[in-house]
């Protein structure tokens, strides 16, 4: 039996320690399940409750092999009643990471990511990898992108005031970043083999100008037009959060997940330009 989520992690860093924890999460097996319970288990369900205890089944999303790869010496006593091994700062990482694509409290998570040790090794990533399969067979991730033209890819719910493109060039003062990253430019997802071989600060490039876009378009622009003002940081962080989600399924996503601490720094000052131009005067 292994303890999991934010009750292992404030063990290994107690500085973080939850403010209001619920429960206690805890790997088990459907026999541990079942002797804990004392009555019989339904073995099609992800987990079972023990009291202040949430008990996950180790016969989804891989997590019978989280022990012998993450347990450790450490133990804790769940709930004051059950004696538990800790899984390693690295595992409770690799746990969150293979999960992030998902938007249920992909900030607590996030935040939660980057205290824990995710300096993985290749042997992590295969797991990680393989978790996130798994996952997805329960929590299927929609690919807004695919093979969409950039027509298709903006008739979405969102109501747009302006072009698309047009924010960007905006934004950039030039052209987009993402110009560099494709060769078939009426495709709305980048070239995969254009991208592995760009550099760090052009992906960045990237993932920052996608999300001052969408920042502008569906926080602060109807916003604006309505009088009210929105706040760059909470219209910045609220996009951030889509472009590591909802927004696609490849490589711009998975970058901005691994460098979420690095492409979350805005400028104020971007967001001014486009109010700034012409088009926004003209409106």
Not at 40 to 63: P, Q, Y
Not at 208 to 237: C, D, H, Q, W
Not at 256 to 274: H, P
């Amino acid at each position: 039996m292994l303890l999991i989520g934010s009750r292992a992690t404030s063990i290994w860093h107690p500085e973080h320690r939850p403010k209001n924890p619920k429960d206690w999460d805890v790997i088990v097996s459907h026999f541990e399940a079942e002797n804990l319970l004392q009555k019989t288990c339904d073995r099609k369900v992800f987990s079972w409750k023990f009291g202040n205890i949430e008990l996950h089944n180790d016969a989804f999303f891989l997590n019978h092999e989280i022990e012998s790869k993450y347990g450790t010496d450490k133990t804790a006593l769940a709930d004051g009643r059950l004696l538990v091994k800790v899984c390693s700062s690295r595992g409770l990482a690799a746990i969150k990471r293979s999960h992030m694509y998902r938007d249920f409290n992909f900030t607590k998570h996030m935040i939660q990511y980057q205290i824990l040790d995710h300096d993985f090794t290749d042997e992590d990533r295969e797991f990680i990898s393989r978790r996130m399969a798994e996952t997805r067979k329960y929590f299927p991730h929609r690919n807004p992108f695919g093979d969409m033209t950039n027509e298709e890819f903006i008739k979405d719910a969102v109501v747009r005031v302006f072009n698309h493109e047009d924010i960007h060039k905006i934004i950039v003062g030039g052209t987009p970043s993402y110009f560099q990253l494709k060769k078939d430019m009426s495709k709305a997802a980048y070239d995969i083999d254009l991208w592995y071989a760009a550099s760090d600060e052009l992906k960045q490039a990237c993932v920052r100008e996608e999300t001052y876009v969408i920042a502008l378009e569906r926080f602060i622009i109807p916003n604006r037009i309505k009088g009210t003002r929105f706040s760059y940081r909470i219209a910045y962080m609220r996009a951030l959060e889509k472009v590591c989600t909802t927004l696609d399924d490849g490589p711009l996503r998975e970058y901005a997940i691994d460098n979420w601490n690095i492409v979350k720094q805005f400028d104020n000052v971007v967001f001014e330009r486009f109010f700034e131009s012409d088009i926004w005067k003209k409106l």
